[in-house]
């Protein structure tokens, strides 16, 4: 079974950049798509960005693209979330998520749907503020 344990939140200024890291316990292989999502207090989870096990389709949310970046460093089973010009409408606690079953669809214009992924971290908050 994955387990995911998610780290590097913390407060930042507009602007400024943040990484996320999420190790996976195990290879990295043992899940068919990884996804990070946020929820911000009061609104549903948003499906930041997700990403197919062979890297070979990657999805981001209109909101964050151009500014966010994931990738994996399977050395490390890890798998990171690279934020730069952060906004106050990025504060939240993310979320990194796995399909372990073979659920998700991941394509560039499919979002990232909460449903589809089993296995989830306990999340990390993300705040940006002046």
């Known amino acids: 079974q994955v387990q995911l344990v998610e780290s590097g939140g913390g407060l930042v200024q507009p602007g400024g950049s943040l990484t996320l890291s999420c190790a996976v316990s195990?290879?990295?292989?043992?899940?068919?798509?990884i996804a990070w999502f946020r929820q911000a207090p009061g609104k549903e989870p948003e499906g930041v960005t997700c990403?197919?096990?062979?890297?070979?389709?990657?999805y981001y949310a209109d909101s964050v693209r151009g500014r966010f970046t994931i990738s994996t460093d399977n050395a490390k089973n890890t798998v990171y979330l690279q934020m730069n010009a952060l906004e106050p409408e990025d504060t939240a606690v993310y979320y990194c998520?796995?399909?372990?079953?073979?659920?998700?669809?991941?394509?560039?214009?499919?979002?990232?749907?909460?449903?589809?992924?089993?296995?989830w971290g306990q999340g990390t908050q993300v705040t940006v503020s002046s």
């Open positions: 998520a796995a399909d372990s079953e073979g659920h998700a669809v991941v394509a560039t214009l499919s979002p990232c749907w909460p449903s589809e992924y089993d296995v």
């Open positions: 195990g290879s990295t292989l043992n899940y068919y798509a």
């Open positions: 990403q197919s096990n062979r890297h070979d389709s990657t």
